[in-house]
């Protein structure tokens, strides 16, 4: 039920993108909305809280908080180059 929400959201999210931005969350938190890294990086689409201070960290560890860093940041989907070269090369962004 969790992963079908959050599944949900990212395609409400990114409409158009979908398909990438499952693929993004999936490789970088498993679409575990609590994720944590030890690289500071917070939540569903792994953020880093020293590129991005503006979002505090208890809004990157909510599914809605995420999803709108992650919309702002990848310019609702169109660019991933954000996020590590190895989740764009995994997801082809």
């Known amino acids: 039920m969790i992963v079908h929400t959050v599944v ?3 395609a409400i999210a990114f409409p158009g993108h ?8 999936r ?3 498993n679409l575990t ?4 890294s030890d690289t500071g990086d917070y939540g569903l689409f792994q953020i880093n809280h ?3 201070p503006q979002y505090a ?3 990157l560890l909510t599914l809605q908080g995420n999803l709108r860093a992650a919309v702002r940041i990848s310019r609702h989907g169109r660019d991933w180059s954000a996020w ?9 962004v």
Do not use: F, K, M, W
């Open 84 to 92: 590590a070269p190895r989740t764009r090369r995994i997801c082809g």
């Open 8 to 10: 949900l959201a990212i």
């Open 33 to 36: 909305t609590t994720a944590i």
């Open 18 to 25: 979908t398909d990438q931005a499952l693929c993004v969350a």
């Open 27 to 29: 490789a970088e938190s």
């Open 50 to 52: 020293r590129a991005h």
């Open 57 to 59: 960290l208890n809004y």
